[in-house]
């Protein structure tokens, strides 16, 4: 039997040692943890380069080794496609699955959609839930150029961290394609109809309903009446508190005395602006009321129908039958 030399002692640790390092590099790139529930909004940011990124993912304890990060990165031809945007990720992804994540094309985009009559602190909640935005980006934007009404409802795809102009145009650019059309075919009217249309749009959901809403609101305009709108103290609201809860509003008594020229309980005539964004059925109904003998109208909160009265005590009375005791 030959005896060992040194020098296959030495190849013999040598091989050994080179096993440890490579079943240790290859246990560094495996999920940092088993639990997944814990999601992390990981910010690639511009100029971050791929040795910033390590650092960054094993500081949110998202990888368990900067180093491995780095040599899997560069040695497989990754290092340089990584970016920028907000991901969303977890310590049970694999660091393959991480840079997947934060460098494929497609994997930085996001769609979204904005339902009828959302307002702009809703759309700002469903943009920065979707990292398109960061919160209250879209609500800073509306403050500097007034945009409530003219986020036209519809399904969007956003790359992630975007900016928040470039968002704001392409709303822009569909409201100018779908909803402009209809204000512009009748343009003197048109900052009342898109007003009135987005209190329809919050108050009936039903699109013949609609019309002769408009109709009752446009007779109450024509008699010096308040409009006397809730959907409009539930906006007034809103602005008083800056947020939005994404719950249904509740109004209260107190509410109904908040100092708004959006509260249409206190002050004549429409609203200063749109209380939301409104699609087409609402803006056509806007523009076509439906004439009526019809003078109030409120919703039955368990089917949502709308009741139409044309007396005062008509009205009085469906309030009894449909809301007391809901």
Known sequence: MPSLTRSHIIGAAVVVIACLAASMFFYELTPASADNSAVVVFEVKQGDGFRTVASNLYGDH????????????LFGGRALTLKPGLYRLNAAMSVPQILDVISGGDAGKATVTIPEGSNIYTIDA???NA???????????HANGAIEGKLFPDTYQFYTDANVK??????????????LPLLNTDPQNAKQDLILASILEKEVPSPSDQ??????LLKRLAAKMPLDVDATV???KLLENQASSGQACQLTALDFKIDSPYNTYLYRGLPPGPIGNPGVSAITAAIHPASSSYWY???DPKTGKTIFAKTLDEQDQNRVKYLEGN
Do not use: M, W
């Open 297 to 299: 109208y409120l919703s």
């Open 211 to 216: 019309q002769v809403v408009a109709g009752i």
């Open 131 to 141: 990292l398109i935005i960061h919160p209250g980006d879209l609500i800073n934007f």
């Open 126 to 128: 469903i943009l920065s």
């Open 234 to 236: 539930c906006y007034a």
């Open 166 to 179: 470039d968002v704001v145009e392409e709303f822009i650019n569909n409201y100018d394609a779908k909803a």
């Open 62 to 73: 998202l990888i368990r080794s900067g180093t491995a990060f780095d040599l899997f990165a």
